[in-house]
């Protein structure tokens, strides 16, 4: 549980497309870093390449290391859904099975990996139901199916499925930005909680929660059109929002930008 | 209106919107009157050519299996044989080709890269354009025969399953209910694999990535998305092809042998379905009495048809209830 991730030279493309150039980054456990940065930069590219999601995109490929823990994910001996399975992922908008129970969304991943007891299932739904805070909310209705909850609802449980598996790293593709106000502080305050037990990377546009919320913070930029998207400078989220050593990156967090 | 401060324009254009509202309901209602009372009107055609004869038939309708119309004032019919022709033969071509088609439009729409999916699709179509009298030919000169070490085979060592038992016909040359659901099966396949690949091709990405994500294999992603997500289309394009099979006329007509006794209920069967004894005896639609034997099955046919698209289409709409 909450390994480390070392992104060495990691060059990402789509077909001919080169994305995004040498990402060096290291992402400590237990720990949240933020992905910052202009529209089509490449932060979501640099998140699935991951989780290994990138390569689901026709054509799409990388270049260099990513190591979770000293291991190479992209090693020729490992499997993509291995990966997959220890790293978990939530999306920009909720993409919970519709047709499926609450309950069945919540332990879908177990079930992939060929948990079958029943009891040892429903603790965990509940413990991951807890987990996301959606518990209170959902415990008399477990059985509906997951696409009759709010928006707000449906992306904690979509939380709740990807904490349920136990993963080693959780990646967040602007979660909130689907949401209102309140499901967002709900799952700010879900991500705090969450950080004692998993690796946290998430993508966000909005400045204000990547200073709430984490600890480092990684500003990537254009720098012209076809150009691929570059890692400008990472630090201490403090130190990015108050004195980053990059004018580009203080350019852009103070609106300053383009 | 009162409180409306914007002024009297935007109540104007509502008004006029509304009127093409009211001109395109009134259509859409009118045309889909004009279908209903057109299918009611069949119905009843069907109805009246058929009381007479009905009238006059000197045994069960539904129950019995003989057939003899040549004199009209001892009529004797009865659909069972027919009955049962129709949905054996029809059943065998749904069980065949359901899987196959679920299998290739899961193949052309989640494993092939599109670039090659698409002229294989397009192959599979084509299958929809081949003449049915083609396939009858095809089916009663070369499967047939081909068909008969396989019937031969399984009527040896299966018979104790009562589809398998040996039928009322000889099983030379293949002239029985296993080789027309075989044909049959090919002639609904391109139906049930483009109403499925359209379903499955629409699946949202969004669910996609997300199984994906938790660490699905292919299938498992398919299992988890695709096939909850398409299994409405894919059982209305199988009562499509189902309706297709029911009213396949001229290549049942060619593939199966005539009979002299009567169904013993088993695939080495010979007869008639509904629709191949009517256009057996189109020659001969003369006399009233003995047309309306035929019309009466006709009927039945009609019926039936009807009950099965109605069937499926609630179990598709269950499955969309349970959906949302
Ligand atoms: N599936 C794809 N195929 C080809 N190019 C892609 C694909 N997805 C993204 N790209 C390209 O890669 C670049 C980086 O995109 P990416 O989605 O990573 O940006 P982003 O920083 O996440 O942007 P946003 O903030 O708008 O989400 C963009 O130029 C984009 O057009
Ligand atoms: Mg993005």
């Known amino acids: ?258 | 209106m009162t409180d409306n401060v914007t002024g009297s324009s935007p109540p104007a254009r509502s008004t006029g919107r509304r009127r093409g509202d009211g001109i395109f309901r009134s259509m859409t209602t009118g045309s889909s009157l004009v279908i209903v009372v057109s299918i009611g009107l069949i119905g009843l055609f069907l109805l009246i050519q058929a009381v007479p004869s009905l009238q006059a038939n000197t045994i069960n309708f539904f129950t019995s299996a003989e057939w003899s119309t040549g004199d009209v004032g001892n009529l004797a019919f009865g659909i069972r044989d027919l009955l049962v022709v129709t949905v054996l033969s029809s059943l065998l071509a749904l069980a065949i080709a359901m899987p196959i088609a679920m299998g290739i439009a899961l193949f052309l729409t989640h494993y092939l890269p599109p670039k090659i999916a698409q002229p294989f699709a397009y192959v599979i179509d084509l299958l929809a354009a081949v003449p049915s009298i083609v396939f009858g030919l095809w089916g009663a000169k070369v499967l047939g025969p081909s068909l008969e070490p396989i019937a031969t085979f399984l009527n040896e060592n299966l018979s104790w399953i009562p589809l398998f038992s040996d039928g009322n016909v000889s099983l030379s040359g293949g002239g029985n209910i296993f080789t027309a659901g075989i044909v049959l099966a090919i002639m609904i396949l391109p139906i049930i694999t483009a109403v499925s690949r359209e379903v499955f091709r629409q699946t949202p990405a969004m669910q996609i990535e997300g199984a994906l994500a938790l660490g699905a294999t292919r299938w498992e992603m398919i299992r988890t998305t695709v096939l909850p997500f398409g299994r409405s289309g894919y059982i209305a394009g199988s009562m499509l092809g189902l309706g297709r099979a029911l009213g396949e006329t001229v290549a049942v007509l060619i593939i199966l042998r005539s009979a002299s006794s009567s169904s013993t209920f088993s695939f080495f069967d010979g007869g008639y379905t509904f629709a191949s004894k009517i256009a057996s005896a189109a020659p001969e639609f003369s006399e009233p009495l003995s047309t309306g034997a035929y019309i009466a099955a006709g009927l039945v046919l009609f019926v039936f048809t009807f009950a099965v698209n109605a069937l499926a289409r609630y179990i598709a709409g269950r499955g969309k209830a349970k959906a949302s």
């Open chain 1, 1 to 258: 549980m909450a390994k480390r991730f070392d992104i060495k030279d990691l060059n990402i493309y789509y077909g001919k497309f080169h994305a995004v150039s040498s990402v060096n980054l290291a992402v400590p456990p237990r720990n949240v870093t933020a992905f910052i940065g202009p529209s089509g930069c490449g932060k979501s590219t640099v998140l699935r390449s991951l989780n290994r999601m990138h390569e689901v995109a026709p054509g799409a490929r990388v270049e260099g290391k990513v190591l979770l823990d000293g291991e190479d994910i992209y090693a020729s001996t490992v499997d993509p859904v291995e990966v997959r399975r220890t790293i978990g992922m939530v999306f920009q908008r909720p993409n919970p099975f519709p047709t499926m129970s609450i309950r069945d969304n919540v332990v879908a991943g177990l079930k992939l990996a060929g948990v079958k007891n029943k009891k040892k299932l429903d603790e965990v739904a509940e413990r991951s139901l807890r987990g996301a805070n959606l518990w209170n909310e959902v415990k008399d209705r477990l059985d509906r199916p997951g696409g009759g909850l709010s928006g707000g609802q449906q992306q904690r449980l979509c939380i709740a499925r990807a904490i349920a598996v136990q993963p080693d790293v959780l990646l967040m593709d602007e979660p909130c930005s689907a949401l209102d106000p309140i499901s967002t502080l709900a799952i700010e305050d879900l991500i705090t909680e969450l950080k004692k037990d998993f690796t946290i990377v998430i993508v966000t546009h909005n400045m204000q929660q990547a200073a709430r919320v984490s600890d480092q913070t990684a500003f990537f930029n254009l720098l012209g059109v076809g150009q691929p998207g570059q890692l400008i400078e990472v630090d201490d989220t403090e130190k990015i929002f108050s004195n980053p050593s990059q004018k580009a990156t203080e350019d852009y967090i103070s609106g300053r930008f383009g």
